[in-house]
């Protein structure tokens, strides 16, 4: 008894022309390869420089608070920021 193939022939064969035709570079050839390659990366660069500025502003805050500088748009912005 033989077991039959996960795909038909055909289908397998027309997948594999589609790869192997594609110009792209082997890791975006996929439908979700673009996510898992280029999105994720970013937005985890993006998250670790947010993380990085946001305490060097906050303490800048601090030495101006000390000065008398009105902060009523910082600390709205800062009480969102902590949420």
Same mark, same amino acid.
Request: net charge positive.
């Given at each position: 008894?033989?077991?039959?193939p996960f795909l038909p022939r055909e289908r397998l064969f027309k997948q594999q022309n589609?790869? #192997?035709?594609?110009?792209?570079?082997?890791?975006?050839?996929?439908?979700?390869? !673009?996510? $898992? @390659? %280029?999105?994720?990366?970013?937005?985890?660069?993006?998250?670790?420089?947010?993380?990085?500025?946001?305490?060097?502003?906050? #303490?800048?805050?601090?030495?101006?608070?000390?000065?008398?500088?009105?902060?009523? !748009?910082? $600390? @709205? %912005?800062?009480?969102?920021?902590?949420?």
């Amino acid at each position: 008894m033989t077991e039959a193939p996960f795909l038909p022939r055909e289908r397998l064969f027309k997948q594999q022309n589609y790869f #192997q035709n594609l110009t792209k570079h082997t890791y975006l050839k996929g439908r979700y390869d !673009v996510i $898992t @390659s %280029v999105a994720i990366p970013l937005a985890l660069a993006a998250s670790s420089m947010f993380m990085i500025v946001r305490p060097w502003s906050l #303490q800048h805050v601090s030495r101006d608070w000390e000065k008398g500088v009105n902060f009523s !748009v910082l $600390t @709205s %912005v800062s009480n969102w920021a902590w949420k």
